[in-house]
């Protein structure tokens, strides 16, 4: 089994890192910096409590100034590189909300190493205005962790990240940011592009669906980005996001063999699926299968996910074949409940063959 992200924190990375403050500040406490980490209750602390822990600690037992702790940062900084050291950034959303300048300066620095893109949230709904001005600026840097920070830090839902009320309410603000990187040249920037419009799209998704329109053509990079950046809307079949990348409705698409066996299984096990679509004679076009899949809740209700099986153009008249297994075995995001789940066909955003699996309680034998 992998180990747990957490992980990543442990003892001797404490004990090097600590000797690389000392090395900056001799005055530096080592033994009560790795005490104040590893003390009570470390070993229940997840991610980012850990981190947290480690930024505490810092606070601690660094000079009181924050000008004079962080100067202390900067000087070991550079040799501080990866996800680790992510507790730098978070040092500076602790203790320098207050001095605006100094540490917006050290975040861009930080982002480098790790990443900001936490860490400059306070200062986002502290000032937005003020900060979204920084992070267009921020948008024209030579740096791609730099140009990243001004697309990821505004992201209005942001993972592991509070939310930002005010950009989900309107995210007009954020969208020339976008506009300054939807064609950057590193695919790191470009992919947090995709994700805050994704991001966008799940509480404005006309206004997506109209910067998709404004944005496709324009460049090969930009037209990734909005592929990437409109997948919810292509799971949810949006009829203008379908339209836009080349799927139809799949008027002629006739379903010749849909099967899944076996129909009765037991929580942890599998079925399998084939399925076989004759597209009309004519032009060819693009078809875009799914699974969709309807888990039962404890309340007998149903909810559906979808799993992208393929996407091509195909032949006028040409018959697509294929299949594969899936899994009811429990997982760490999904629990199965007893009872009927059915499997649907789904071509352009449309179900088009539908059939029932009878999940039965892990262990118990088919009747």
């Not at 600590?18 to 470390?42: N, T």
């Not at 959303?93 to 917006?104: A, F, K, P, Q, T």
Request: glycine share 6%.
């Amino acid at each position: 089994m992998a180990e747990p992200l957490k992980a990543i924190y442990h003892e001797a990375f404490i004990q090097s890192f600590a000797d690389k403050v000392k090395g900056a500040y001799p005055s530096f406490d080592q033994q009560a910096f790795i005490e104040a980490v590893l003390g009570p209750g470390w070993e229940e602390l997840e991610l980012k409590g850990r981190m947290r822990r480690i930024t505490l600690s810092l606070g601690a037992t660094l000079p009181s100034e924050y000008e004079r702790a962080l100067d202390i940062l900067l000087a070991i900084y550079d040799t501080c590189s990866g996800f680790p050291y992510i507790f730098f950034p978070d040092f500076v959303e602790v203790y320098g909300v207050e001095d605006w300048e100094r540490s917006i300066a050290a975040l861009a620095k930080f982002t480098r190493m790790s990443s900001s893109e936490f860490a400059v949230r306070p200062f986002l709904r502290m000032d937005q205005d003020r900060m979204l001005a920084q992070m267009l600026e921020w948008a024209d840097h030579p740096d791609e962790h730099v140009r990243r920070l001004a697309s990821e830090g505004c992201r209005p839902r942001l993972p592991w990240a509070d939310a930002l009320p005010a950009l989900k309410r309107d995210p007009e603000p954020v969208i020339p940011i976008l506009e300054k990187l939807k064609a950057d040249p590193s695919d790191y920037v470009r992919r947090s592009v995709a994700n805050n419009l994704n991001d966008i799209s799940k509480d404005h998704p006309q206004r997506v669906v109209e910067i998709a329109k404004a944005w496709i053509g324009d460049n090969a990079h930009t037209d990734w980005v909005l592929r990437h950046a409109c997948r919810g809307l292509l799971k949810a079949a949006h009829p203008e996001i379908l339209a836009l990348f080349g799927m139809a409705p799949p008027t002629g698409v006739a379903i010749e063999s849909w099967t899944v066996t076996p129909s009765t299984v037991a929580i942890g096990d599998s079925v399998r699926f084939r399925y076989a679509i004759r597209v009309p004679q004519g032009e060819p076009i693009k078809l875009r299968i799914e699974l969709a899949a309807y888990f039962v809740r404890t309340t007998g209700k149903y909810y559906r996910k979808l799993f992208k099986l393929s996407e091509k153009v195909v032949y006028g008249g040409s018959l697509q074949e294929g299949g594969r297994s899936f899994s009811y075995a429990d997982l760490s995001t999904r629990k199965h409940h007893p009872g009927p789940h059915k499997l649907a066909l789904v071509v352009n955003g449309q179900e088009l063959a539908v059939d029932e699996v009878m999940l039965l309680a892990a262990g118990e034998p088919a009747p």
